[in-house]
């Protein structure tokens, strides 16, 4: 089973930051969240990920609560073509074990 | 630097039949991972290759069997085909024991089972 949780479905305008909150509140010392996106059920895309520091690259931002009980990723400026389905998966990086997908956020950026 | 690649993108089998798909893993990657995904669900994990060994393996029965070869390729194979088959099978690449590593998806083949 997936150590996630994350809301069914979101929207945002177009233009605004979309925030992707979610919950893992087993998570254990060594494990890192990551992020990953599917858009018309393509292959899913990495975007981030990250252990306990808050992470930016050029797609995203990844903020992890202090108890790393729970992450927001953030996209800074939305555009249509970040609609896509976004997965928040915990795993130990290091060891290049299965990544166990839960159902995800489906977000929408509405023009 | 090319991507995780598989082939073929889309294929459509009959009942019973056998199928083989393919995947290239990013270059540097020596761990190849199969995964199939329902329309409407996430991606499930099927097996992981690792120095030509199945190393890890999900909830799948043995209709489902794969190879790596020594330049890190995979295949996947399923037997006697049913029509619940049906799906995009992912195949994913990384460097194994490497800190922070990251797991890279292909686009995935789209199978169909009639």
């Known amino acids: 089973d997936a150590k996630t949780t994350q809301p069914t479905s979101m929207d945002c305008a177009e233009g605004r930051a979309a925030n992707l909150p979610c919950n893992h509140s087993?998570?254990?010392?060594?494990?890192?969240v990551y992020w990953y996106r599917q858009i018309h059920s393509q292959g899913p895309q990495y975007i981030i990920h990250g252990l306990k520091n808050n992470e930016t690259n050029e797609m995203a931002s990844l903020i992890i609560t202090e108890d790393r009980k729970s992450s927001t990723l953030i996209l800074p400026h939305a555009t249509l073509r970040d609609t896509a389905v976004y997965y928040c998966i915990v795993r130990v990086a290091g060891l290049a074990q299965k990544l166990v997908f839960g159902q995800g956020t489906r977000l929408t950026i509405n023009p | 630097d090319a991507g995780v690649t598989q082939s073929p993108t889309h294929l459509i089998k009959t009942r019973g039949q056998q199928v083989t798909l393919r995947c290239s893993p990013k270059?540097?990657?020596?761990?190849v991972s199969w995964y199939q995904q329902a329309l409407g669900q996430g991606p499930q994990f099927i097996f992981q290759?690792?120095?030509?060994?199945?190393?890890q393996r999900g909830n799948f029965p043995d209709r489902f069997s794969g190879h790596q070869f020594p330049n890190y390729s995979s295949e996947l194979n399923v037997n006697a085909l049913l029509l619940g088959d049906s799906a995009l099978y992912l195949c994913?690449?990384?460097?194994?024991?490497?800190?922070?590593?990251?797991?890279?998806f292909g686009e995935g083949s789209w199978l169909t089972v009639v």
């Open positions: 994913a690449s990384s460097r194994d024991r490497v800190i922070g590593n990251t797991i890279y």
């Open positions: 270059s540097g990657h020596d761990t």
């Open positions: 087993t998570i254990s010392g060594n494990e890192y």
């Open positions: 290759y690792y120095e030509e060994e199945e190393r």
